[in-house]
């Protein structure tokens, strides 16, 4: 890269849309700042100078395409940003991707492990990944919540049909925080001074989440956000819908630096619109499945 390359380096997923949208701007107009965002399809609007490259996290091919057009497009320069903030659900879990494992799983938990793996060499010294997770991860605050792991299942699921999705969603989000602790125990994550942040944007209205939902299913969502969401949230603060404009906010202040959680701690959780850093969920505290995941996520993505 020559002199007049922005010296810092951002490189986004789930950008074109949603809170995801609201953060690319703001990370965009900061100065000295290159972005490069993969996005599926054509015709994603994006702030001017922002790099679009096609990316469809449905497929693993596509993944390393990406991944090898950032790094040769960088030309040696280091990622100072990765903002993993794509994200999908669908009705059930009959849909595969191009790999042949659950949509759901693949898209938000594989591709993302995989853009991860292969990009984190690439990172700055004192850089920041950023994961974003849902506290739908959660027993204790969402009764959909996996209490178990198991890898194989996820991918290969037994049975589909009506909330099949939604638990999918959510577990695809427990591995999104397994991920991120993952990496945060890597020796050389820590030697090169590499913040990992896990971010629950909480209950947030105006996403793309369910774009891949048939309308009867969109319009149960709406139903249930407006009326049962906004009961709950007299008594459950996290059932409180926020904005996307401020969720992207904080997403941005996550990925710039403005906002660190504190020592020994990654998850990020936004609760009625600010940070707060709780423990998540004891399964996604546990050594033990985080090492089962990202083993068995090595294997299906075929990287050592």
Known sequence: MDQTTPQRVVVMTGATSGLGAHALRRIAAQPDTRVVVGARGSGRTAPHGVEVRPLDLASLESVRAFADAVISRLDGARIDMLVLNAGMQTADTGRRSADGYELTFAVNHLAHYLLARLLAPHLADQGRLVITTSDTHDPAIAPIAPKTLDPQILAHPRKSGFGTGMRAYSASKLCNLLTAQSFAALDEIKARRITVIAFNPGLTGGTSLSRDASPAMRAVVTLLMRTVFRVVGRFRP????GTPERSGELLADASLGNLTPPPGRIY??????????????????????RDLLWRESAVMVGID
């Open 238 to 241: 996290e059932y409180v819908m």
């Open 268 to 289: 990020l959780s936004l609760v009625k619109g600010e940070p707060t850093f709780p423990d998540p969920s004891e399964l996604a505290r546990s050594q033990d499945a």
